[in-house]
């Protein structure tokens, strides 16, 4: 299944023979959460950040969050991996746990540093890619965590907004109420009237 995300492919960095084997050997240890051959790979020369594990140019990190690796995405994160790098449609690893629906990943990329409210090259951000994917619990828990992120101002702004909207639905059905009731009571002194 193809990601949804845009069509505008934008790939990494190209690396030199002898760095792609221990790159692509460093994917593998990544979608098994081998963290020790993680280690000696990066010793050797792999590169943490890596961008090629995959045709749309998935890093090492990305790989980790879509095999459900976080350990070894921690890891090489410690070992220099960049949290905050985009795939060659512009996902970050958050919109990839996004689309996974895998709320404990989401929590430890949020914690990491990871932007709730980055856009992938399509516009999107995670709370919508995981909301199109049909992952209800992920989908609230990031727009929760936007919200979060909001400044002070702007959570007040908006709140005031949603208040101000639903007093305004309030009050137009206490307007049509208001209207109901003056009807009927006219109806009542007219039918007093009649019987005088």
């Given at each position: 299944?193809?990601?949804?995300?845009?069509?505008?492919?934008?790939?990494?960095?190209?690396?030199?023979?002898?760095?792609?084997?221990?790159n692509?050997?460093?994917?593998?240890?990544?979608?098994?959460g081998?963290?020790?051959?993680?280690?000696?790979?990066?010793k050797?020369?792999a590169?943490?950040?890596?961008?090629?594990?995959?045709?749309?140019g998935?890093?090492?990190?990305?790989?980790?969050v879509?095999?459900?690796?976080?350990?070894?995405v921690?890891?090489?994160?410690?070992?220099?991996?960049?949290?905050?790098?985009?795939?060659?449609l512009?996902?970050?690893?958050?919109?990839?746990?996004?689309?996974?629906g895998?709320?404990?990943?989401?929590?430890?990329?949020?914690?990491?540093?990871?932007?709730?409210n980055?856009?992938?090259?399509?516009?999107?951000?995670?709370?919508?890619?995981?909301?199109?994917?049909?992952?209800?619990?992920?989908?609230?828990?990031?727009?929760?965590?936007?919200?979060?992120?909001?400044?002070?101002?702007?959570?007040?702004?908006?709140?005031?907004?949603?208040?101000?909207?639903?007093?305004?639905?309030?009050?137009?059905?206490?307007?049509?109420h208001?209207e109901?009731?003056?009807?009927?009571?006219?109806?009542?002194?007219?039918a007093?009237?009649?019987?005088?």
């Open positions: 299944q193809l990601r949804g995300g845009g069509n505008v492919l934008t790939l990494g960095r190209k690396y030199p023979p002898e760095e792609i084997s221990l692509k050997a460093l994917c593998k240890a990544v979608g098994v081998d963290n020790k051959e993680i280690q000696s790979l990066v050797k020369g590169d943490p950040s890596y961008q090629g594990c995959s045709m749309l998935f890093s090492a990190m990305h790989h980790g879509h095999k459900q690796q976080m350990d070894s921690e890891l090489l994160k410690k070992l220099g991996g960049d949290p905050h790098q985009k795939d060659g512009g996902w970050t690893l958050l919109h990839q746990a996004a689309h996974n895998d709320i404990d990943a989401v929590d430890r990329l949020v914690k990491m540093g990871v932007d709730v980055s856009k992938n090259n399509a516009g999107r951000d995670p709370a919508s890619v995981a909301k199109t994917a049909g992952n209800k619990e992920c989908y609230k828990k990031l727009m929760q965590l936007q919200a979060d992120a909001m400044p002070r101002g702007e959570k007040k702004i908006e709140m005031k907004a949603a208040a101000d909207k639903a007093a305004n639905a309030v009050e137009e059905d206490d307007d049509e208001d109901d009731e003056d009807e009927e009571e006219e109806e009542e002194q007219k007093k009237d009649e019987k005088k």
